[in-house]
């Protein structure tokens, strides 16, 4: 079993929709939570970042950490066909070397329709 | 401001040939690594650094080699290339930030072809 679960999808949805990624993970030694997007033949760049439990809000992106529960989720709002790509989550282990060291999920891709 | 550079952007090799990917970055970024992603896999840790002359094996280390002789470059090198190589690999760099931030910044990509 990998340490940090992801649907795949596809997903397809119609411009306006509110998207729910979601992501959970075994290994409760790790603290910090990311979401990723990733543009077709493009690398990876940093969306939202959350160290530990709770919510945070940037724009028209939430992210969530449930902790308890395992589970991490990235909400889209309103969502844009520039929101087509593919979404990674990954997270890191806490203190010294861990923080450049990250496990990712397999990948969700989204594509929105106008 | 470049960021992470990585070079080439395609490759193709035959199998047993051995060959370098390059990555640099501008960012004074202590911390720099590499990925491998697959499809259906995400991306998977080949090998870490913390520092000039100091690296460690992520994840997916095996027929993979790196040093760190500068800040600034991170070569991953493939020694006798198999098919199973064949994949889009990602150099990334990052500075410690803990909990007030942890940016790390991946490069455009390499493909890698081995035949």
């Known amino acids: 079993q990998k340490e940090v679960e992801q649907d795949p999808g596809p997903l397809s949805v119609p411009e306006g929709a509110i998207v729910s990624l979601n992501c959970t993970y075994s290994?409760?030694?790790?603290?910090?939570f990311m979401w990723y997007r990733q543009y077709s033949r493009k690398g990876p760049e940093l969306l939202m970042y959350t160290y530990s439990s709770g919510n945070k809000e940037d724009g028209r992106f939430t992210a969530q950490v449930d902790k308890s529960s395992k589970y991490i989720s990235l909400f889209i709002r309103d969502s844009q066909p520039s929101d087509s790509a593919t979404y990674l989550c990954?997270?890191?282990?806490?203190?010294?070397?861990?923080?450049?060291?990250?496990?990712f999920g397999q990948g969700t891709i989204l594509t929105v329709h106008p | 401001n470049a960021g992470v550079t990585q070079t080439p952007k395609f490759q193709v090799l035959k199998t047993g040939q051995s060959m370098t990917l390059q990555c640099a970055q501008d960012?004074?970024?202590?911390?720099m690594s590499w990925y491998r992603q697959d499809p259906g896999m995400g991306l998977r840790l080949i090998h870490y650094s913390v520092g000039a002359g100091i690296t460690d094996q992520g994840e997916v280390p095996n027929g993979y080699n790196v040093s760190r002789s500068t800040t600034e470059d991170f070569p991953l090198r493939l020694l006798s290339a198999a098919p199973s190589q064949t994949s889009v690999y990602f150099c990334?760099?990052?500075?410690?930030?803990?909990?007030?931030?942890?940016?790390?910044?991946f490069g455009e990509g390499s493909w890698l072809t081995v035949v």
């Open positions: 960012m004074n970024h202590e911390y």
């Open positions: 290994n409760s030694a790790f603290q910090y």
């Open positions: 990334a760099s990052s500075k410690p930030g803990g909990v007030s931030g942890n940016t790390i910044y």
């Open positions: 990954a997270m890191s282990h806490a203190g010294g070397t861990s923080y450049g060291k990250l496990t």
